[in-house]
């Protein structure tokens, strides 16, 4: 397995692979979470490696490589505009794959945990090009998230510095990636969900309600998608849940 530090364009990553890989290897761009960095994903990447797959593992703006050492409060504060800039730059780097004649063919898939997972959310509803997908703690419905932070935050005493009219600004730019107000965009590819039931940061019910409406869309093809919950986790992935999601994005890319 062979490991790259590389740039491209302005986005750091870690270019994971193998010396037998081609522009016929499938290719799985991997997201991590908030507060986290690229290089903390390497063991999803070590299984998706060792099962033929290409692994990207970007770094998130104002993260790793781009941090600008701000506090995680003040992160907070740019929480949907980083969420939002990894949406596009998904794109980007689908771009540089076909630039750089690492994917002659459209076996990708998209996957995170946490802030990862919502971005994945977010470009399901953006990018046909995407074969399968893994979300792991994610949030499809980006607004009801933002409304449950803010209700957090609240509780916890914090003044959050954002007038009525700028919270309304944000939802209506939300809406624009908000996956759950328009769920036939998941157009019955491969995904996979994993969620635990105590997660206090990403509340599993949205998500598995969300997923229980999704199903409707599955009626054709039910094995296309998956809910895997773990009664016992709050906001962290088990290895058996890490496991399921690698195998998935390497079976539907196969």
């Known amino acids: 397995m062979i490991v790259n530090q590389e740039v491209w364009g302005n986005i750091p990553l870690l270019h994971i692979h193998t010396d037998n890989m081609n522009e016929e290897t499938p290719v799985v761009i991997f997201l991590h979470g908030f507060m986290s960095a690229k290089e903390h994903n390497l063991h999803y990447a070590y299984q998706l490696v060792d099962k033929g797959v290409r692994v990207l593992l970007p770094d998130a703006k ?5 941090s600008e050492g701000l506090t995680e409060m ?25 630039n750089k004649k690492l994917l002659a063919s459209d076996k990708i898939g998209i996957a995170g945990t946490s802030m990862g997972g919502i971005v994945t959310s977010g470009c399901l509803k953006h ?60 157009a019955g590819r491969p995904v996979f969900f994993w969620h635990g039931e105590l997660d206090k ?27 895997l919950a773990n009664r016992n986790a709050g906001h962290a992935v088990p290895r058996d849940g890490m496991l399921a999601a690698t195998e998935w994005l390497a079976q539907h890319l196969a």
Not at 77 to 96: A, G, K, M, P, R
């Open 74 to 98: 003040q992160m907070n504060l740019h929480f949907w505009d980083i969420v939002l800039n990894s949406i596009q730059e998904v794109e980007q780097l689908y771009n540089e794959l076909k």
């Open 127 to 186: 990018y046909e090009w995407i074969q399968t997908a893994a979300i792991c703690m994610g949030a499809p419905g980006f607004i009801k998230l933002a409304e449950y932070q803010l209700q957090q935050f609240a509780k916890s005493g914090i003044n959050w510095a954002m007038s009525e009219e700028e919270i309304q600004h944000t939802k209506e730019l939300l809406a624009k990636y908000d996956v759950s107000l328009t769920p036939e965009k998941f």
């Open 62 to 66: 104002l993260h790793g490589d781009r």
């Open 201 to 227: 940061t990403v509340p599993f019910n949205e998500t598995y309600n969300f997923y229980l409406t999704l199903r409707e869309y599955y009626v054709a093809n039910p094995e296309s998608l998956k809910f």
